[in-house]
């Protein structure tokens, strides 16, 4: 019987005969262990493609998150000389502020120079920024904000205004910019401040 079909009978349709036959049970052991094996095959190559298109779309639908730090870096005026009071300060266009961020075993994680506008207003976006340590590198912890350089002669003096020596903290007003593919949480530092460096005459 093996390697043979067995003829059982023929039937008779019209002009045609049909004829039955059985299967040996070996074949059909082995046709049934082929069939599993080939379903699963046909399975794997429709999941495959579906998975990876499926993270395609996730990563064309995630945002880009950035990091943004903000401050207005001010002359202070003489009148206010050793105090923080930035009452009857100039903002100061141009001027330098550095960024740095340390990671939560003490290494500098990000430092990065950035100008003020014409208004004295300082955008930074911390491209590259990342956190190791998602609580203990965050912004909040882990960056500060100092004045560095102020392109006017008689106001060039690094003062202490808002910590500004030592590098002033970064704080969250729940402020946001949005985008279709963008995020920018903001943080804020300041205001920072250079002083005069002769109050001898009153022009700041």
């Known amino acids: ?3 043979t ?3 059982l009978s023929s039937i008779s349709l019209g002009l045609r005969t049909l004829n039955v036959f059985l299967v040996p049970s070996p074949f059909k052991e082995m046709a049934s262990r082929n069939f599993s094996i080939l379903s699963l095959f046909l399975l794997f190559l429709v999941a495959f493609p579906y998975t990876e298109a499926s ?3 996730l990563k064309a639908t995630e945002k880009k998150i950035e ?3 903000e401050a207005t870096v001010y002359c202070q005026s003489c009148d206010h000389f050793g105090t923080w009071s930035l009452i009857g300060a100039k903002p100061i266009p141009s001027a330098k ?3 740095t961020c340390k990671s939560h075993n003490g290494r500098v994680s990000y430092y990065k120079v950035f100008e003020t506008d014409k208004n004295g ?3 930074a976006p911390l491209e590259g920024f990342k956190m190791q340590h998602y609580i203990l590198d965050h912004p909040l912890h882990s960056c500060y904000v100092k004045p560095v ?3 006017l002669e008689g106001c060039s003096l690094l003062s202490n205004v808002n910590y500004g020596l030592n590098g002033a903290p970064l704080r969250y007003e729940n402020k946001k910019l949005h985008g279709s593919k ?5 943080y804020a530092a300041g205001p920072l401040a250079f002083r005069p460096s002769d109050c001898s005459q009153t022009h700041y």
């Open 1 to 3: 019987m093996d390697g």
């Open 5 to 7: 079909l067995i003829r």
């Open 55 to 57: 993270a395609d779309v």
């Open 67 to 69: 990091v943004v730090v």
């Open 97 to 99: 502020v550095s960024v």
């Open 121 to 123: 207003y300082l955008y």
């Open 149 to 151: 350089w102020s392109p």
């Open 182 to 186: 963008y995020e920018a949480v903001i």
